[in-house]
Every structure is written in structure tokens, then in C-alpha cells.
């Protein structure tokens, strides 16, 4: 491959490379590692991710009292406000939240605020629940919060200056450029973060530091209900937004019981989720940006919530047309449960689903969390195949902090999805996590997530142990490597020693460089 500038120049054999070989050129001999397209990773937040990188990691936690025991140790190490991530009490053998009580037990009655692995719920301490009046608030349970309450505690645990947010910011774009991610999807949102956290992203207030970065498509999740709204809002933004949309929440997370469903769930028949935007003003937002030729896009896990996104759809092709909703991209972001009534409807109206692979490697299965919330319904959740044969664009992103910037980790889930009927190929996976992303994004270069003679220089460089075609039919010859098949060869991904990052090159500048790559 030869690189000239921010263009690839050329691709063809080793032999042909020789002769057209001049002094003119710095040679870089791979000693067979992979050069492949960057990843587009079309979810994250990456204030939050940042964030996580430095705050209490609770994700090991395998019960309550471990979970305690952390905060306990935090409280004698740290001073201030106690914050940490990633618990999941699914497993736990207590089968339970910590109260309030209980961590102000274990903390020496300090601020504590844990985010669950969902990041759409909570637990607090006494301590700060009492600051805040949580108690009085909707979604306020004992310690655990959902709703209200949870983003009434969340905004006081993310108080950050605008020089924390930018260092948090590039740490979690460093951690993506060194997992071969070439661009991120920012999913902003008012409830996450204020405006000047995305303005900074796009350098429009502040600095990130000297140094390329992965490319920021930038969203912003906050509803509008008429023109002036809408302007209001891009121009806040100074125009450079790609959409209004993202984690602009239909509903809630499986996780904390708020996914809107159509029967109650499983483990809890008192309720069926939560729906917390109308019909009619998401499907006037809808109308609004695609009117603007702007996406609109939405936040929506569980079946009734998404049977309220498609008629929104349809509310919103009354006002424009058909044709007008179809050509806007708009998108809908997780799409955890889908039937193929729904998935047809998606089709119709040229919406394309944004997914994170890497929850049903962590919570489907039998047993696991989506099986204990929704018991038989759980083995029709997060479709892949069936989106992708029915027509529908797929995109896979991490939902970061949700899941970690692992991008070969995501493939490797879609390949070996928990339901097997739902399973894909790696190179439909490997597509979804680069090409489609582009595409999605609708950043007007269709020949980014190539690398052929023309297209941009943005790819990536990777140390694999072995490279195969791999397919989701264990009855076909799956694991060819025979090159006359003509299929590209990706990384063998049923093992646990996965790819490993040695360059990153995003438009000719290096965003990374393994410290033994030279």
C-alpha cells in the first residue's frame, strides 16, 4: 500500500510494490501484521469514558459485600466525593443493591454515587442522598435511583471544569486511537452533559491539547418542538452537528427495568419499563430535522418503546412525506428488542440501528441478566442477522463507558452472538464497525472504511495471530483460509488472545503508535 499524504495512492502484490519502489519513499515492512480500515466506533460518551478510567471500578465486584469492601477502601484512599462504575448485582449471591445506609456504613458517611453497568441507574449514600432531597424524588428507592432521582445525583457527581472535561476527553480519544478507532460517534445529551462538553469536542470552546485525535461526529440529544427550537440548538453548535439525536431516551435500560415493554418484566411483573418522550412530540422532532436535513435519532431498547419511535416514523412522514424521512438516515440507537414486524417498518422508513454487540457477550445467554429481566423473550434480543437480511443498516459502537473501547471484542461478540440464529460473519461485523459507520454518520465521503486507491488514509495496523474467513454457519468450510475464495481475511477471533493495535493513521496523521512498532 502506498500513502501519499492523506490519500492511499495505491494497493497491489509485493512484487509490483518493488518497482515502483524509489528513494523517494519511506518503506515500512509490516513483518505480516494486518493493515485494515480504522473502526468507527458509533456510540460513545467520552466525558464519561474518560471518566471511568479513573474512577472506582466495580465491574470485578461479584457480590454486595465486595462491592462495599471497594468503597471502604476508596473512602480510606481518597477524599471528596467517592464515584464508580460497572457493578451488576445480577450475579451477585445476595441478589441486591446496597441500601443507602449500607454505603454510608462502608464510606464513613461520604458522598458516594455508583453508577450500574448500565449507566442509566444508580446507588447513593445517605450522606448525599440527604444533600440532594432525593428522597422526595421520582425514581428515589432506598439508596437505588432511577430516573429523577438518578440524574439529579448524577449532575452533582460529573461537576467538572472545562479543563477536567478536556482531560478526560483525551484520555478516552488517546485509549480509542490505541484500539485502531479512527472516529467516535459523541452521543451528547443534555441530561449527560452540558453544551460546552460537546462544543469543546469540536473545538469550538477550549483545547483537547497538541496532537491528532480520532474524528468527533457529533450529536446532541435534546427534543425540539418547533423552528426556532431547532436553531436554536445548531446554532449553539455553530452548525456542525450531524444530528439531533442519539441518546435522546424513548425509553430506559433492561438493566434498571425502565426499557419500555409490552408485557411486564420477568423478574418484576409490577412493571413494564418506563416511556419518557410522547409520540407526537417524537414524531415532531422527526418532522423538524429532517425538514433541516439534520438525523434525528433516539435512545430505545425495549418493544413498546420501539413501537412508539416507528410511529413517531410514521407521524412524521404525514407532515413530510414518505420519500423526506427515507432520505434523512435517521437512526435509533441499541434496538435491543425487535420483531420482524418492527424490523420491516425500520426498512420502510430507511432508519438504520446502531448496536452494541458486546451487551449480549456480557448479559445474554441463559441465566444471565437479559434471561432474569425477561426470561423466553430474551433469546430475541439485539438481532443482528435478522436487521441486516431484512435490509435494515447496522452500525456497532460500545456505548463507552457501557462497554470498553474494544472494537475486535465487539466483532468477535457479533460472530458469536448467544443465539446462534442471530449470529454474523466477521467481515458483516468488521463492516458494521467501519464502512456502515461512515456511512451512517453521513459525512459525505462514501469511500472512507476502504482502503483502495483514492480513499483516505485512515486505517489501522494490527498484530494477529492468525487470519481466517470467518462465517456464522458451522456447516460451510468456515474457517478457510484458502486466498482463492477472494474473501478478506480477518483476524481468527475464537480465542481469547485478540488483535492487538500497533498503528493507528486517521486522513495520513498518526493518531497511535505502539511503543515496538517502528
Known amino acids: 500500500m502506498l500513502v501519499d499524504g492523506d490519500t492511499i495512492a495505491w494497493v497491489g502484490s509485493e512484487h509490483a510494490a518493488t518497482s515502483i519502489q524509489d528513494s523517494s519513499m519511506r518503506v515500512v515492512d509490516l513483518q505480516g501484521a494486518l493493515a485494515a480500515p480504522g473502526f468507527v466506533d458509533s456510540h460513545v460518551h467520552l466525558t464519561e469514558a474518560g471518566l471511568a478510567e479513573s474512577s472506582l471500578d466495580l465491574s470485578g465486584a461479584r457480590s454486595l459485600a465486595e462491592l462495599l469492601d471497594a468503597v471502604a477502601a476508596a473512602a480510606r484512599d481518597t477524599a471528596g466525593l ?7 448485582e445480577t450475579g451477585w449471591p445476595e441478589g441486591r443493591v446496597p441500601t443507602a445506609a449500607e454505603l454510608d456504613a462502608a464510606s464513613g458517611q461520604r458522598r458516594v454515587y455508583l453508577a450500574r453497568a448500565d449507566v442509566h441507574c444508580a446507588v447513593v449514600s445517605a450522606t448525599l442522598a440527604a444533600e440532594l432531597h432525593l428522597a422526595g424524588m421520582d425514581g428515589w428507592d432506598n439508596g437505588f435511583v432511577i430516573r429523577a432521582a438518578h ?6 457527581s460529573r461537576n467538572l471544569s472545562l479543563s477536567e472535561r478536556a482531560s478526560y476527553q483525551r484520555a478516552a480519544l488517546d485509549l480509542a486511537a ?7 460517534a459523541e452521543m451528547a445529551a443534555p441530561h449527560i452533559v452540558p453544551p460546552e462538553d460537546l462544543r469543546q469536542l469540536l473545538g469550538l470552546e477550549g483545547s483537547l491539547g497538541a496532537g491528532p485525535v ?7 440529544g435534546q427534543l ?32 434498571a427495568r425502565t426499557a419500555a415493554l409490552r408485557e411486564p418484566y420477568t423478574d418484576a411483573p409490577e412493571t413494564s419499563g418506563s416511556l419518557y418522550l410522547g409520540v407526537e412530540e417524537a414524531g415532531r422532532h422527526i418532522e423538524l430535522a429532517t425538514r433541516a436535513g439534520l438525523q434525528a ?5 425495549g418493544d413498546a418503546g420501539l413501537d412508539a419511535a416507528i410511529r413517531a416514523l410514521q407521524l412524521a412522514a404525514d407532515a413530510v412525506g414518505e420519500s423526506a ?5 435517521h437512526r435509533l440507537e441499541h434496538v435491543e428488542l425487535s420483531d420482524d414486524a418492527a424490523i420491516s417498518e425500520l426498512v420502510r422508513f430507511g432508519v438504520t440501528a446502531s448496536m452494541q454487540p458486546v451487551f449480549d457477550a456480557v448479559w445474554g445467554g441463559p441465566g444471565r441478566m437479559y434471561s432474569q429481566r425477561l426470561g423466553s423473550r430474551s433469546t430475541g434480543m439485539n438481532r443482528y442477522a435478522a436487521l441486516l437480511s431484512a435490509g435494515v443498516p447496522v452500525v456497532f459502537g460500545s456505548d463507552a463507558p457501557v462497554t470498553s473501547l474494544d472494537p475486535w471484542r465487539t466483532v468477535q461478540a457479533a460472530v458469536m452472538h448467544s443465539s446462534a440464529h442471530e449470529r454474523i460473519s466477521a467481515r458483516a461485523a468488521f463492516i458494521a464497525h467501519t464502512r456502515a459507520g461512515w456511512r451512517a454518520a453521513g459525512t459525505g465521503n462514501p469511500m472512507l472504511g476502504q482502503l483502495a486507491p483514492g480513499t483516505p488514509a485512515s486505517f489501522a495496523v494490527w498484530e494477529a495471530d492468525e487470519l481466517m474467513v470467518q462465517t456464522p454457519d458451522a456447516s460451510v468450510a468456515s474457517w478457510s483460509t484458502d486466498p482463492r475464495a477472494g474473501t478478506p481475511l480477518l483476524p481468527a477471533l475464537d480465542t481469547d488472545s485478540l488483535p492487538r493495535c500497533l498503528q493507528t493513521v486517521h486522513h495520513g496523521a498518526e493518531l497511535y503508535r505502539a511503543p515496538d512498532f517502528s
Open 82 to 88: 467517592i464515584t464508580g462504575h460497572g457493578w451488576d
Open 151 to 156: 440524574d439529579a445525583a448524577r449532575t452533582v
Open 178 to 184: 490505541s484500539r485502531g478507532i479512527v472516529a467516535v
Open 214 to 220: 480520532p474524528q468527533v461526529l457529533p450529536y446532541w
Open 224 to 255: 425540539v418542538r418547533s423552528e426556532a427550537e431547532l436553531s436554536e440548538v445548531t446554532d449553539m453548535f455553530s452548525g456542525r452537528l450531524l444530528g439531533l439525536g442519539g441518546d435522546l431516551n424513548i425509553d430506559g435500560s433492561i438493566g
Open 297 to 301: 435519532g433516539f435512545h430505545v431498547i
Open 325 to 329: 424521512v427515507r432520505a434523512a438516515h
